[in-house]
């Protein structure tokens, strides 16, 4: 006799459907456990990342910072200034200047403009301390040149 052809008895199919159930209720038990579980660690995590701070205080410190900060590169240009010294050089001579930037601002860079003659920047550095910028300049016509030295400020 074949076990295969015989239809499962009335217990058999009642002993699956109640396994089926409990299978069913233990999963959804563990879902609707586990989902407010996960909830709360996701908050918890964020609230440790923003220092416990709510969406709309740190909302309202972002907007104050942002006051402060400079902005974009597109601003840059506030941040940026050119300060220049007048120079005037003998015939055959050299001789240094230096451009000074404002108070509390640093020199990034720096040169030399001729505005007559032909001259030769021999030299081009930072001061010491970084407020301004030097340049050598020797004089190449043999009749005196002038120009300016400059300095390109950082605030």
Known sequence: MNVWKKRPSVAFVVAMLALFVALGGTAGAVVTAAVPLAKRALVADNAKKLGGL???QVAAAGAAASSQV???ASSAAGLVSVKSAAASIGANDAASFTATCDSGQKATGGGFSSSGGLVAMLSSAPTADGSGWTVLVGD???SGSSGSA???CLK
């Open 140 to 142: 190449l016509t043999g």
């Open 70 to 72: 400079p902005g974009p």
């Open 54 to 56: 709510t969406a709309k």
């Open 150 to 152: 400059y300095a390109v």
